[in-house]
C-alpha cells in the first residue's frame, strides 16, 4: 500500500497520546490530519469514514485498560479496512490487556492494525 496521508486519532487527556501519534506520523512523511477524541464535543461529533489512508490510533492507559470514555468515543468512528498503528500510553502502572483491549476495538470497527506498540508516558517523542 502506499500510503499518501496519515489520520491521527486520539484521546489524548493529558497531551501525551497525542503527543506520542504525532511523533510517529512525523516518521511516515506524509499530510497528516487530526481526529481529537478528547474534547467534550467528540462526544456527539460525527466523523468521516477512515479510508486510504494510514491511521495512528494512540490512547491512555488507565488501571491496565483503555478508558470506557475513549472507547465510547472510538466508537463513533467508522473504517473500510483502513490499515493502523494502535498505539497504548501509559503511565506508573503496567498496560496489562489494553493494546489487546485497543486491537478488537479497531477490527470491530473495520479498521485492520497493522503494528501497534506500547509507549510509556515518560518516553520523550
Not at 71 to 77: A, G, K
Amino acid at each position: 500500500m502506499d500510503i499518501h496521508s496519515v489520520k491521527l486519532v486520539y484521546f489524548s487527556p493529558t497531551g501525551t497520546s497525542k503527543r506520542i501519534a504525532e511523533a510517529i506520523a512525523k516518521g511516515v512523511q506524509v499530510s497528516c490530519e487530526h481526529i481529537d477524541l478528547t474534547p467534550p464535543t467528540a462526544r456527539t461529533q460525527e466523523f468521516e469514514k477512515l479510508h486510504d489512508e494510514l491511521a495512528v490510533i494512540a490512547a491512555p492507559v488507565y488501571s491496565g485498560r483503555i478508558p470506557s470514555e475513549a472507547v465510547y468515543r472510538l466508537r463513533r468512528l467508522g473504517a473500510d479496512d483502513t490499515p493502523a498503528v494502535l498505539v497504548a500510553v501509559y503511565g506508573n502502572r503496567h498496560y496489562d490487556d489494553a493494546l489487546v483491549e485497543l486491537q478488537d476495538l479497531a477490527i470491530e470497527l473495520g479498521i485492520r492494525p497493522v503494528a501497534g506498540g506500547d509507549v510509556h508516558r515518560w518516553a520523550r517523542p
